[in-house]
């Protein structure tokens, strides 16, 4: 009952910024928590940073003073900003939603979106 949509990826030089977006639909009021999760060329999919309930945020070590992640009630949005960006942070980013029902977590994934950091 949850639909994602990531959007906002692309080529970008070493020490430059790219900001996502994940736009939320269907069951939205259901939803506890979002983030951003990555997987690189070869390596398992990975944490980003997540938003839970409590305005709570999480952040994986690599990222964290370099990447902030936020959101828009008014939109149904979570952005995840990324400045002065790697190339280790080359991945496919997909957003993640959990939602809990009957005691049930579910969890949707966006289709994911490209960013490749290379000068």
């Known amino acids: 009952q949850v639909q994602l949509v990531e959007s906002g990826g692309g080529l970008v030089q070493p020490g430059g910024s790219l900001r996502l977006s994940c736009a939320a639909s269907?069951?939205?009021?259901?939803?506890?928590?979002m983030g951003w999760y990555r997987q690189a060329p070869g390596k398992q999919r990975e944490l980003v940073a997540t938003?839970?309930?409590?305005?709570?945020?999480n952040y994986a070590d690599s990222v964290k003073g370099r990447f902030t992640i936020s959101r828009d009630y008014a939109k149904n949005t979570v952005y995840l900003q990324m400045n002065s960006l790697k190339p280790e942070d080359t991945a496919v980013y997909y957003c993640?939603?959990?939602?809990?029902?009957?005691?049930?977590?579910?969890?949707?994934w966006g289709q994911g979106t490209q960013v490749t950091v290379s000068s």
């Open positions: 993640k939603a959990e939602r809990v029902s009957s005691g049930t977590i579910f969890y949707y």
């Open positions: 269907g069951s939205i009021f259901s939803i506890y928590a």
């Open positions: 938003f839970t309930s409590g305005s709570s945020t």
